[in-house]
């Protein structure tokens, strides 16, 4: 008799909780190993960035390592670079290793993501082995309790949920009032930059086993997008933390201040970059937001900055999860707008004029990465201006993004990034004219497009694309009392500029095909 842990890329915790039982001191505890597979199968779910590849394999086979290193047998499935690895699915992975040990139980930690969670206990029982999920210790919400608690409502708003986890875990609180009087510093935020030289995230080269993943991975995956060149992630949970730290050291302080900030050649500007390692279990939330309010108490961070980072961990990051949770499957396919183009085949190669795009997209290809006002204020709104499809919007983040997992992914594309979901979670539309992007970023004085001209050829796209988008989904959001004022001004407009718009738009458009 033996039971069997499988740990998945995205579950790599130390607190994992299915490895936490293995550990955990027992009478007569059975023998038990732990199966870790690295699968073409999965790996090719989407065109997966080859940074992201490279980051999990090379994590996985550092982790097994540690276990090792801690006597627990390790079932390691690699990919080999000359494809001769005897297994290319979970499932040929999984025949070899009953084979080996024969188990008569097999327990893994609930994957955040539903269908592969599904898929992996199916895969199991169809094996006719018995199968058991623990509690996913990588989310500190209970995403059953959230579900049952807001299924039936229609909207659900984020600062409730947010203000009720800094209660339980007791984070910036002064007993049971919020630290400084209040529970959001927001309006001390998003300050457009000013001055430059802000401090890089540390990197770290890789090692003997990372560059034999990148073999790998550059042999398996020749079409996948980006480049494993100069690949400098943490792999290791010491390297993330480290990662963490630093930035807590030297780019927390003003974290809240620029946190919509965005500069052309300033990829991460004073953002935590730690997301990517915090979805696969190589940096523990709670820590992490232990090590924030330390820094706050101690004077290191002003609380503007403390409290703006803990709400998108504590806040965001949680939320989302339980969304995902409560409206999924119906929410994959919400696609309120009816928004029905192509995504612009320049979102694979970064060739476009608009300086904007051409910045992020470049930098989502080259890095894997963009941080949050890139994503919500540049991509998702242009796509939703444009009206890509949703879904089409969502794989191309899933393929390129080192932290896309589906359920922080679907939630943020289907509901923040396009209002797909008719406002479940938004309460408008995140769209903007030019104007939003040239306050926040120096994009448009590198841009071929004049951010003040509203029609013309050289008026910025953005513009004419933001009333032509809200004059075609009058009937869908005019009623909205956020959008009331922009109504108002189209109302306002003379029916010779509406046609301008209107034209503009449509001349616009036609390269891009439904
Ligand atoms: Fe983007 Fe318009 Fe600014 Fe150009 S002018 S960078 S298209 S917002």
């Avoid at 998945?8 to 607190?15: S, Y």
């Avoid at 609930?110 to 006719?128: K, M, T, V, Y």
């Avoid at 529970?183 to 998003?190: E, I, K």
């Avoid at 992630?233 to 993330?240: D, I, K, R």
């Amino acid at each position: 008799m033996s039971r069997t842990i499988w740990i998945q890329a995205n579950q790599l915790g130390r607190d994992n909780s299915a490895l936490a039982e293995l550990l955990r001191p027992a009478d007569s505890p059975p023998p038990s190993q732990v199966l870790m597979i690295e699968s073409s199968g999965r790996s090719t779910l989407y065109r997966y960035h080859r940074r992201k590849l490279t980051l999990l394999f090379s994590a996985m086979r550092h982790f097994a390592e540690e276990l090792r290193k801690r006597r627990i047998t390790v079932d390691y499935y690699p990919l080999l670079p000359d494809g001769s690895h005897p297994h290319r699915t979970f499932e040929d992975a999984l025949r070899l290793h009953l084979q080996k040990f024969a188990p008569t139980e097999i327990t893994m930690m609930e994957l955040p993501d539903i269908g592969h969670h599904q898929a992996a206990a199916s895969l199991i029982r169809n094996f006719g082995i018995p199968f058991r999920a623990t509690r996913n210790t990588n989310m500190l919400t209970d995403k059953d309790a959230f579900a049952t608690a807001h299924r039936s409502r229609k909207r659900l708003l984020m600062e409730q949920h947010y203000r009720s986890l800094r209660k339980q875990y007791h984070l910036l609180m002064e007993g049971d009032r919020p630290s400084g009087g209040r529970w959001n510093y927001n309006t001390n935020n998003r300050k457009p930059l000013k001055y430059g030289s802000i401090p890089r995230p540390l990197s770290f080269l890789p090692d003997k086993m990372t560059c034999d993943v990148i073999q790998t991975v550059n042999a398996l995956f020749p079409d996948h997008p980006g480049t494993t060149v100069g690949f400098d992630l943490p792999v290791t949970h010491a390297q993330a933390i480290a990662l963490a730290d630093d930035f807590i050291a030297h780019r927390l302080p003003l974290f809240g201040d620029y946190q919509d900030a965005m500069v052309t050649g300033e990829p991460l500007l004073y953002h935590s970059f730690v997301a990517p390692f915090l979805n696969i279990g190589l940096l523990s939330p709670l820590h992490l937001l232990k090590k924030i309010e330390h820094a706050y108490l101690n004077g290191a961070a002003p609380l503007n900055a403390a409290e703006g980072y803990i709400r998108r961990i504590l806040g965001w990051r949680e939320y989302l999860y339980g969304v995902y949770h409560t409206f999924m499957p119906e929410y994959l396919t919400s696609n309120y707008l009816d928004a029905r183009r192509r995504l612009p085949a320049f979102f694979w190669n970064g060739a476009t004029d608009l300086h904007c795009l051409a910045e992020t997209i470049g930098l989502a290809l080259r890095t894997g990465y963009l941080h949050h006002i890139q994503r919500l204020m540049v991509i998702s709104n242009f796509a939703t201006l444009t009206g890509v499809r949703p879904l089409e919007l969502l794989d191309w983040f899933m393929a390129l993004f080192l932290d896309a997992y589906e359920w922080v992914m679907v939630p943020n594309v289907i509901g923040m990034g396009t209002y797909a979901d008719g406002g479940r979670i938004a309460t408008k539309p995140y769209v903007s004219g030019g104007s939003y992007i040239n306050k926040m970023s120096d994009y448009c004085r590198h841009c071929r497009y004049s951010v003040r001209a509203k029609t013309g050829s050289d008026a910025c796209p953005f513009n004419y694309l933001y009333w032509n988008f809200l004059d075609h989904t009058r009937t869908r959001l005019s009623s909205n009392p956020r959008l009331a004022m922009p109504y108002r001004k189209l109302h306002d407009m003379t029916a010779a500029d509406r046609r301008d718009i209107h034209h503009a738009a449509e001349k616009f458009l036609l390269c891009f095909p439904r």
